[in-house]
């Protein structure tokens, strides 16, 4: 089975701190995605990578930036965190879009 | 924009009884059609797939694919407690090939 690994379950910083998410994959997927759930507001994608280096804007990429130097390896990052970022951001990876998607156990991030 | 609609709910079924969740998706281009379940506080989870008009069944779930009506739905035979959950669908978009585009989720409640 393919494993998406989120390095942190819950997490909690302060406002204006540069935040790290970490997503590993273990299947040598192409595709990387981040993605922030709010209530209400269902899944929208931050960013997404279709290869190593490649990044592309999703929907809601402000206040975001993300890496990917590895294949297996894709972050999201923070760079001045502020309360409205407060979400649960849950990564994804896929072979081909009509695979579908295998998630990770998500991100649960305060901001205070 | 390409869309994906779901009725929120909740959708309140008894046990033993049929669940039937239904989504609309503006991309005519869309070819491929996922349900995924997603239990509070967790990640969503695979749990249907298709990709040809009609129906497609997996133990106690039916997938229904009608790309005429751009309608997709999932029925859930023999509802037990257990399937309470948020059922997101997602379809491709045809703009971008390895990309979902995802509805905002039903919730499920099956009471005993």
């Known amino acids: 089975d393919v494993k998406v690994t989120q390095s942190s379950r819950y997490l909690v910083k302060r406002t204006g701190e540069k935040v790290f998410l970490e997503c590993v994959q273990d299947?040598?997927?192409?595709?990387m995605f981040w993605y922030r759930q709010d209530p209400g507001l269902g899944l929208r994608l931050i960013y997404f990578s279709y290869d190593v280096k490649m990044k592309e804007k999703g929907d809601i990429p402000e206040g975001y930036s993300v890496s990917r130097e590895k294949k297996e390896r894709f972050s999201l990052i923070l760079e001045s965190a502020s309360t409205n970022q407060t979400s649960m951001y849950l990564c994804?990876?896929?072979?081909?879009?009509?695979?579908?998607?295998?998630f990770g156990s998500g991100t649960r991030l305060t901001v205070v | 924009q390409k869309e994906v609609e779901q009725n929120s709910g909740p959708l309140s079924v008894p046990e033993g009884a049929i669940a039937s969740l239904n989504c609309t998706y503006s991309?005519?281009?869309?070819?491929?059609f996922f349900w995924y379940r997603q239990y509070s506080g967790k990640s969503p989870e695979l749990i249907m797939f298709?990709?040809?008009?009609g129906d497609k069944e997996d133990g106690r779930f039916t997938a229904q694919l009608n790309k005429a009506s751009q309608y997709v739905s999932l029925l859930i035979r023999d509802s037990q407690p257990s399937d309470s959950a948020t059922y997101l669908c997602a379809v491709t978009f045809s703009g971008g090939y390895n990309k979902l585009i995802f509805g905002a989720g039903t919730r499920l409640a099956v009471h005993p």
């Open positions: 298709i990709y040809s008009n």
């Open positions: 991309d005519r281009g869309s070819q491929s």
């Open positions: 994804a990876s896929s072979l081909r879009g009509d695979y579908g998607y295998t």
């Open positions: 299947m040598d997927h192409e595709n």
